[in-house]
């Protein structure tokens, strides 16, 4: 994976920042002309809507900036979470693969579901510490926000607005996923009786 961090130190710049400093620690590698529409994706996003800019800043300060290729597993059923995705350009396919975690084989790979734009997913393990319930792969090349688990959770620790404002996102998220899962659940069994 190529990672890049975006360091505070660029952010104080203000939303014309164009520059982020290379994971690897070398100086302005990589130009980001695109920082205000991220700040502009993420605001939008499930996760962050209701974050004012200040708490947008620290988001992307924590945050950092991985380009997939096409094809690049970035979630693996079974295997542990590490950190929260939001999706910045591309898309990415949420499956369940032909080989469970369980072992089981499944006769094809499940697909559950295509994400664009702002979408998010690893949010459940960033939560819970479970291993990932589907696995999650870049259809095309994809730029993802990626905020790791060990950083999302000190952000939410030393921000009681920013922990209160996600936390209640996250939750009014599950609630609607939850709720759609009801009903087709309750489509199955409704045609089963016909």
């Given amino acids: ?106 006769p094809t790979p499940v697909r559950l579901n295509r994400l664009g734009l702002g979408r998010c997913f690893g949010e459940y393990g960033v939560v819970d510490d479970q291993p990932s319930s589907a696995s999650a792969a870049a259809l095309g090349p994809a730029r993802l926000c990626f905020l790791p688990k060990a950083q999302f959770r000190r952000l939410l620790e030393r921000n009681d607005h920013v922990a209160q404002i996600v936390y209640a996102n996250l939750l009014r998220f599950l609630i609607i996923r939850l709720r759609s899962k009801d009903k087709e659940l309750d489509l199955i069994v409704l045609d089963d009786k016909r």
């Fill in 1 to 106: 994976m190529l990672a890049m961090t975006v360091n505070a130190c660029e952010l104080e710049a203000g939303p014309n920042a164009r520059f982020c400093r290379s994971s690897k620690g070398g100086g302005r590698t990589h130009v980001m002309e695109n920082l205000s529409s991220y700040r502009a994706i993420l605001a939008n996003s499930v996760v962050f809507q209701r974050l004012g800019p200040n708490e947008l800043d620290l988001v992307l300060a924590a945050s950092q900036f991985i380009d997939a290729k096409p094809g690049q597993l970035l979630l693996s059923e079974g295997s542990m979470g590490d950190g929260l995705y939001i999706i910045l350009e591309g898309e990415i396919e949420v499956f369940l693969p032909e080989r469970a975690a369980s072992a089981a084989h499944r």
